[in-house]
């Protein structure tokens, strides 16, 4: 490889520091290598408008409302051959979401505490880049779950989501009630804090706290946990990919209800009788691993806080 584009996280890096030096080291090796925010908009003039991550654009420039959050696609180079993601988790996912249609390989760099998907630690970072250089690094594709929200009979909401689509309770305590359906046959009703529909790669997250099973990340299925369910079974159920979630509101209450896709995606207000309708996605990510760690070794390590 040797074209490549970094996305920082600000808020970890507000120097910079890290972002520099991975460009300044992989410049020093011949590669070509763009950071993002460097690409301002050459008709900015003062009166431009600020995106979420304080990158300032005119307003004739603007992509369309929730095409992205942090990253325009429109400002990666068309040779990148990797996106480097500089942050956490959380970062490294909402990349994704982001640029879902280039099909670039992601690979992250952890700068917070606790990281599955972000595989590489600034500490070693030299080292990390000369191997995918070289490329001596492994593509896993990584499958995304697609979500549609109906309201009667129309279509408010489509989304994607790499780790989970979340349906839970708005501010108040008061639980939600809803109905499950797989593959048009119903499967339960529930009285619960809400529930997650996640991917292999997010069974380590939200689905993990709320008492989920963790799945290899590669594998493709449909995992569905409920959260804080008021019955005296509390049990996730793991689903083909070729399934067809729906989830149907039956009693919202007073404090509402919000529909989430990977936490700090788009959210939705839901009323009665909405549905929403998760399967398997025809988008995939890639994620490049360097780590000759298998993931149980990585798992072990995470949990033991090695």
């Not at 499967?187 to 529930?195: E, P, Q, R």
Request: with cysteine.
């Amino acid at each position: 490889m040797k074209y490549f584009y970094v996305i920082p996280n600000w808020a970890k890096d507000p120097s910079g520091e890290a972002a520099n030096e991975i460009r300044a080291y992989l410049e020093s090796k011949g590669c070509v290598c763009g950071v993002r925010g460097d690409r301002a908009c050459d008709s900015v003039s003062g009166e431009g408008l600020l995106d979420p991550m304080g990158q300032e654009h005119c307003k004739a420039c603007q992509p369309p409302a929730n095409s992205y959050k942090y990253t325009n696609p429109a400002e990666v180079p068309k040779d990148t051959q990797c996106v480097i993601v500089l942050g956490g988790d959380g970062t490294l996912i909402q990349a994704t979401r982001d640029l879902v249609d280039l099909e670039l390989p992601f690979v992250g760099v952890n700068l917070g505490t606790l990281g599955y998907l972000a595989e590489l630690e600034i500490q070693n970072i030299k080292e990390s880049l000369d191997a995918l250089i070289e490329d001596k690094f492994v593509v896993q594709e990584r499958m995304m779950l697609s979500g549609s929200l109906i309201r009667a009979g129309e279509v408010l909401e489509e989304n994607i989501a790499l780790n989970e689509v979340v349906v839970g309770r708005g501010c108040a305590l008061n639980v939600i009630r809803f109905r499950v359906s797989v593959n048009g046959r119903f499967l339960n009703s529930y009285a619960a804090d809400g529930v997650i529909l996640g991917t292999p790669t997010g069974s380590t997250g939200y689905n993990l706290s709320a008492g989920g099973p963790i799945l290899e990340p590669e594998a493709s299925m449909i995992l569905l946990t409920p959260i804080s369910p008021h019955s005296m079974i509390n049990r996730s159920i793991v689903l083909a990919d070729t399934a067809e979630v729906e989830i149907e509101m039956t009693k919202v209450g007073a404090g509402g209800a919000i529909l989430a896709f990977d936490g700090n995606g788009s959210m939705t207000g839901l009323e009665n009788g909405d549905r929403l309708r998760i399967r398997k996605s025809d988008k995939k990510t890639k994620i490049l691993t360097l780590s000759k760690e298998s993931f149980l070794e990585i798992l072990r390590n995470k949990m033991s806080g090695e």
